[in-house]
């Protein structure tokens, strides 16, 4: 398999990269998926290299860099908001209905507890949340005494 060589088109570049020929394509799909393999390497060492056509093709430039959104950023929870949400639940407490269902969660009737949460709350998995929420905080006061 023999290797033939492109020079950039652009005034003053020096680097040469070298592609496999496409009339030295191996027969056997193994060779060819190898083949394939080995020219993706050689044109990921080099990078683009103003090629017309192949896997690299294209007028080489410089990446940039991909800044964070806020979109990106949304559910993680910041130690300021974690600070905020603790202070409010020491101050205000457990709302009636939170206090109903530890009463339940207490009693072993996790099914009435999950319906009941999941009436208040609106969907299943808001209302999971809050469960195992309200039970850690159970588990905890019991560690306490």
């Known amino acids: ?30 060779q060819r998926q190898d083949f394939k393999k080995m020219a993706r390497s050689i044109l990921r060492t080099f990078g683009t290299a103003d090629l017309r056509h192949g896997l690299n093709k294209g007028h080489p430039t410089t990446p940039i860099p991909k800044t964070v959104r806020p979109s990106q950023r949304k559910g993680i929870q910041s130690q300021r908001t974690k600070f905020v949400r603790s202070v409010v639940r020491e101050v205000a407490g457990f709302s009636p209905y939170e206090r109903r269902v530890m009463e339940l969660l207490r009693n072993s009737k996790d099914k009435k507890a999950r319906k009941f949460t999941k009436k208040r709350l609106g969907t299943l998995l808001r209302a999971k949340r809050k469960l195992e929420e309200l039970s850690t905080i159970i588990q905890e006061s019991r560690r306490a005494h």
């Open 1 to 30: 398999m023999e290797l033939y060589s492109s020079a950039p088109a652009t005034r003053g570049a020096s680097r040469v990269v070298k592609v496999p020929h496409p009339c030295d394509r191996p027969s056997s799909n193994q």
